[in-house]
């Protein structure tokens, strides 16, 4: 029954920001490194973000760094990812993953990962 649901996406110009959130259900929230990817059409997955279980690591791919933030709150049992300065190299489907015994950075190759959800879409047009 474990699920991530990701939400906030759409259909932005540059120059926009979006914040982006994955709540999770079915699983102990603190006990999972949680992360984001992208994927563009024709495009191979993107590591984007990473962020430990307790919230106090995080690790940012240097395509977003300086732009993207990713940040949790396990009251809620939810991930965000905050982008900023949107451009439309950054239009992809994100996908939120977790995995219970991966360090953030080796979930960066996104092989092995035990969860993930169904992505939410982000167009950024020019």
């Given at each position: 029954q474990v699920q991530l649901v990701e939400s906030g996406?759409?259909?932005?110009?540059?120059?926009?920001?979006?914040?982006?959130?994955?709540?999770?259900?079915?699983?102990?929230f603190s006990r999972y490194t949680m992360a984001w990817f992208r994927q563009a059409p024709g495009k191979d997955r993107e590591f984007v973000a990473a962020i430990s279980r307790s919230g106090s690591i995080t690790d940012i791919a240097d395509s977003v760094?300086?732009?993207?933030?990713?940040?949790?709150?396990?009251?809620?049992?939810?991930?965000?990812?905050?982008m900023n300065s949107l451009t439309p190299a950054d239009t992809a489907g994100y996908y939120c993953a977790a995995?219970?015994?991966?360090?953030?950075?080796?979930?960066?190759?996104?092989?092995?990962?035990?969860?993930?959800?169904?992505?939410?879409?982000?167009?950024?047009?020019?």
């Open positions: 996406g759409g259909l932005v110009h540059t120059g926009d920001s979006l914040q982006l959130s994955c709540a999770a259900s079915g699983l102990t760094k300086g732009r993207f933030t990713i940040s949790r709150d396990n009251t809620k049992n939810t991930v965000f990812l905050q995995d219970p015994r991966m360090t953030s950075a080796t979930m960066k190759s996104g092989d092995g990962i035990n969860f993930w959800g169904k992505g939410t879409l982000v167009t950024v047009s020019s």
